[in-house]
């Protein structure tokens, strides 16, 4: 069994703090004995065991290959409103993978006492791998699977309570925007008077109503799958939620691939990849007023996300040049093509 830790957590700590395991070898056999209790599978072997902020294990069972998902219970207080949500965006034509039911047809609940992440769900593996470097065509197959999730959650009807940050007034509280100064004063490589010039850009961006959809939640390049050129599924999907697409459409255009590398776009290509997403489900104008400082608050959360992550000062340096850029661009430069 491989164990990676994509954020470099400390592997036994993780273990041991968020779901009571004393080593990498009882995760194992606890995993193996619930998923022959909750599934008709003879066979089990753990291939991959993933440990970061989750954890997740890529397994084969009898023969086929799956991911098992423990997801945060804070995230999704209604798991039950979730898992018809992504049947339904499934059979709308987005490549979801499929999640498998339990032997009751329900995600279960592991035993694991005290910890949050707690909701269990089985998925079939994904073809292809993340999206890494990037080409006009992928950017463009990329903004219109985002456009298509944003899209088909407009006409979804059904409650699906998640992530309390889902708005740009939620976001904007002023707890939040302390907390996310006090995060980047003094770390290393970050450039204060950056920081400074884009809170105030954040704090000047009026809190506007957008109508809500569905959102992905996460929707990073690294949860974008390819094949052969062609996007072949989406994961990570259960912080899915209702909410303002902005927060899916800056966040997913501000960060990397992986947590060393910075932001993977040029500002050009982040620019054409809005106009993209744009052109298939246009912004309205109090989107459009929002847009500039919810992409400098996206910005400057994962510049944290980098500094407590191990990211490079190349990765860091490469995300505050996209930064600077952005504010040095007007709203009417950032939407004049659109």
Same mark, same amino acid.
């Given at each position: 069994m491989q164990v990676l830790s994509p954020y470099s957590e400390e592997v036994l700590t993780e273990l041991k703090d968020n779901y009571g395991l004393n080593s990498t070898e009882t995760a194992e056999k606890f995993i193996i004995h619930h998923l022959q209790r909750q599934y008709p599978f003879q066979i089990i072997s753990i291939e991959e065991l993933h440990i970061c902020t989750g954890m997740s294990a890529k397994l084969k069972a009898d023969g086929e290959i799956y991911y098992l998902k423990f997801s945060s219970h804070e995230i999704h207080k209604n798991?039950?409103?979730?898992?018809?949500?992504?049947?339904?965006?499934?059979?709308?034509?987005?490549?979801?993978?499929?999640?498998?039911?339990? *032997?009751? +047809?329900?995600?279960?609940?592991?035993?694991?006492?005290?910890?949050?992440?707690?909701?269990?769900?089985? *998925? $079939?593996?994904?073809? +292809?791998?993340?999206?890494?470097?990037?080409?006009?065509?992928?950017?463009?197959?990329?903004?219109?699977?985002? #456009?298509?999730? $944003?899209?088909? +959650?407009?006409?979804?009807?059904?409650?699906?309570?998640?992530?309390?940050?889902?708005?740009?007034?939620?976001?904007?509280?002023?707890?939040?925007?302390?907390?996310?100064?006090?995060?980047?004063?003094?770390?290393?490589?970050?450039?204060?008077?950056?920081?400074?010039? #884009?809170?105030?850009?954040?704090?000047?961006?009026?809190v506007c109503t957008m109508h809500q959809t569905m959102i992905h939640g996460d929707f990073r390049f690294c949860h974008v799958f390819i094949q052969d050129n062609v996007l072949s599924g989406i994961i990570d999907m259960d912080e899915s939620t209702q909410g303002e697409r902005l927060l899916d459409l800056c966040y997913g255009l501000v960060s990397g691939s992986s947590p060393e590398a910075g932001s993977l776009l040029t500002f050009g290509q982040l620019r054409d990849t809005?106009?993209?997403? $744009?052109?298939?489900?246009?912004?309205?104008?109090?989107?459009?007023?929002?847009?500039?400082?919810?992409?400098?608050? *996206?910005?400057?959360?994962?510049?944290? $996300?980098?500094?407590?992550?191990n990211g490079t000062e190349q990765g860091i340096n490469v995300t505050q040049d996209l930064l600077r850029s952005l504010l040095n661009t007007s709203e009417q430069e950032l939407l004049g093509s659109l």
């Open positions: 798991p039950d409103q979730l898992l018809p949500w992504l049947d339904y965006a499934q059979k709308k034509g987005i490549p979801l993978p499929e999640i498998i039911p339990t *032997m009751n +047809g329900r995600w279960y609940l592991s035993p694991l006492q005290e910890s949050d992440y707690d909701v269990v769900y089985l *998925m $079939h593996d994904v073809p +292809g791998k993340p999206i890494e470097q990037v080409s006009k065509p992928l950017l463009s197959q990329y903004a219109e699977a985002m #456009a298509q999730f $944003h899209r088909i +959650g407009f006409d979804y009807s059904q409650p699906v309570q998640g992530d309390d940050c889902s708005t740009w007034a939620d976001i904007k509280q002023q707890e939040n925007l302390d907390e996310l100064r006090n995060d980047l004063h003094d770390r290393p490589f970050i450039l204060q008077e950056l920081v400074t010039e #884009a809170m105030r850009v954040i704090e000047q961006t009026p809005l106009l993209m997403y $744009h052109q298939s489900l246009p912004l309205n104008e109090q989107e459009r007023l929002t847009l500039k400082g919810m992409f400098a608050y *996206m910005f400057l959360a994962h510049l944290v $996300h980098l500094s407590y992550s």
